[in-house]
């Protein structure tokens, strides 16, 4: 069964700063992986997927993932954070039958 | 391009009345759709979805139902709201030429039930 663990729910980093929010993943079929952001009271946007290829993906606004199949993980990075970055942000990976399985969500934090 | 509508933006209803919550997309045939919950503090629960025409399936038991009337359109309804239906709602559609699981969201329905 495929599952997804977001570490922590809240990450806070100072304008500028590197961004890491992590997420690791277990699937027993080749995973495809997702970051989409939710910014308050709105829907949900892709950010970034992997399927297959190139392990390094680079997604809108800055933002890359890099899928490392050892470590079973998907972290999303960013080298410098910005006001507007702050949102919550989740991860995904898709199952057998093409339905995602969500993490829980990790909230962004952005300190002036 | 492909959009998607979901209305009301967000409703208001007392315990034990009904509801009927819309979703439409524009611009692709036959899409997968789907409807989530947000509750407050928690993560997205998936609650329906759907292939095709009346084709709905029911990933948790609840006192809420999704229809399908229409290729493009789905409806989440309840004939009587619970406190715990409280929460954010959210529509999806995902189709077979852009990588069948990448799932695109609308603007979500802020639900209160009081």
């Known amino acids: 069964a495929q599952s997804v663990t977001q570490l922590g729910s809240h990450v806070s980093v100072s304008e500028g700063a590197l961004v890491l929010l992590r997420c690791n993943y277990s699937?027993?079929?080749?995973?495809?992986l997702f970051w989409y952001v939710q910014y308050p009271n709105q829907g949900l946007q892709l950010l970034l997927k992997?399927?297959?290829?190139a392990t390094l993906v680079k997604g809108i606004n800055g933002f890359e993932a890099e899928f490392k199949k050892s470590e079973t993980s998907f972290h999303l990075t960013k080298p410098s954070a910005h006001m507007s970055d702050a949102a919550e942000y989740f991860c995904?990976?898709?199952?057998?039958?093409?339905?995602?399985?969500w993490g829980a969500g990790t909230k962004l934090i952005i300190k002036p | 391009s492909q959009t998607i509508h979901q209305w009301p933006a967000t409703l208001v209803q007392p315990v034990g009345s009904p509801l009927s919550l819309e979703c439409t997309v524009e611009g692709t045939s036959n899409p997968n759709l789907y409807w989530y919950r947000q509750a407050a503090g928690r993560g997205l629960q998936l609650l329906f979805y759907s292939v095709g025409i009346g084709q709905i399936s029911s990933e948790v038991p609840q006192n809420l139902s999704a229809s399908r009337p229409q290729d493009r359109q789905f409806i989440l309804s309840s004939k009587k709201l619970l406190l715990s239906d409280s929460g954010f709602y959210l529509c999806a559609w995902s189709v077979l030429t852009s990588g069948r699981d990448t799932q695109y969201f609308g603007p979500g329905t802020r639900l209160t039930v009081l």
């Open positions: 995904a990976v898709r199952d057998s039958n093409y339905q995602l399985i």
């Open positions: 699937s027993s079929v080749p995973p495809y």
């Open positions: 992997y399927t297959t290829g």
